[in-house]
């Protein structure tokens, strides 16, 4: 297939460098200030380089993504709440125009949910969102696979940030603060670490879950939410001596979406640790099917959103 790339960070970037290897071909690439368009498909190592040396893709104006010859767009900007813009206007752009759309930005099915249903609804393209949960987990095709009506129940560890603060806590007895600040020296943490800690980007994701599951609209606001800063190391220590640990858990049951820190067994499924991620499904007739993986990644991410330019290229 052909691909328009809208955002060129980390997965932009990924899915730029591994299409060639999974059969398809970049024509366009967009970031907030340029773009870079060939029909014969664009050399990634070009782009690349001109970014890392000039922060632009190329001399074309953002606006040039749209006009190009594609098959998908591959909307990868960064995740946005309430309006989930800018992504969501892409993704209406694309399906106006009749064209797939594959989305690894969260904002527009956690936030917008109905209104790209009815945008999909009128158009020849379809929307799919794998990379939008749990990055190179393949959580959602197999909901998919085993039908949402049959899926009772979703839970799971879909912060790496998140997981990475409390298995260190645990593990070495440190307090949050001096864990959080290694974590940010290691990159495994944003320099504005909020988004993860407080438990948003684990909502996001379960919000998404929920809109698949039960095909109706869900946004952030419908989400109880509580994260891990509050979380005392001590907290920990009595944990561990009654063999359980804390996880940032996140759950979809009964119609409910809830993210807050939760007791596990220490050596029990949903305790996985550093920056692992485990999406567990409750199934009528399969039991539970536990899936863990690297849950963000540029070349991880990169993998499920091609894994869905694979679904829309054999359909």
Not at 39 to 48: A, I, W
Not at 176 to 203: N, R
Not at 209 to 230: F, K, M, P, Q, S
Not at 249 to 278: C, F, K, Q, S
Request: some cysteine; overall charge negative; charged content about 25%.
């Amino acid at each position: 297939m052909r691909l328009a790339l809208a955002g060129a960070g980390a997965v932009g970037a990924s899915t730029l460098e591994l299409a060639g290897e999974y059969g398809h071909e970049v024509v366009a690439i967009a970031d907030s200030s340029s773009a870079a368009v060939s029909e014969e498909g664009l050399d990634p190592e070009t782009v690349l380089d001109r970014k890392r040396e000039t922060g632009s893709v190329g001399e074309a104006d953002p606006e040039a993504l749209f006009a190009a010859d594609y098959d998908a767009l591959v909307e990868a900007t960064p995740t946005t709440l309430g309006d989930a813009e800018p992504g969501f206007s892409h993704v209406k752009r694309a399906l106006e125009a009749d064209r797939h759309v594959v989305l690894a930005n969260k904002g527009p099915v956690a936030e917008r949910y109905a209104d790209v249903r009815d945008l999909e609804a009128g158009s020849d393209g379809e929307v799919l969102f794998e990379a939008t949960v749990g990055g190179a987990i393949p959580a959602l095709s197999t909901i998919t696979d085993v039908g949402p009506g049959r899926v009772t129940a979703v839970r799971g560890v879909l912060n790496g940030t998140a997981n990475f603060v409390l298995s260190r806590m645990a593990a070495e007895g440190l307090g949050y603060e001096h864990v959080l600040a290694e974590a940010q020296d290691l990159g495994v943490a944003e320099a504005d670490p909020s988004f993860d800690v407080e438990g948003t980007d684990a909502a996001l994701k379960c919000v998404i879950l929920a809109n698949v599951l039960y095909d109706r609209e869900y946004t952030l606001a419908d989400a109880e939410v509580a994260g891990i800063e509050g979380v005392p190391g001590s907290a920990l220590e009595l944990a561990a001596e009654d063999g359980r640990t804390v996880r940032l858990v996140g759950e979809v049951a009964d119609g409910e979406v809830r993210v807050g820190p939760r007791l596990v067994p220490e050596n029990g499924t949903l305790a996985v640790t550093g920056t692992r991620n485990i999406v567990q499904l409750d199934t009528e007739h399969a039991g539970r099917l536990n899936i863990s993986g690297r849950g963000a990644g540029g070349h991880e991410t990169a993998s499920a959103v091609l894994a869905d330019v694979g679904r829309l290229a054999r359909r």
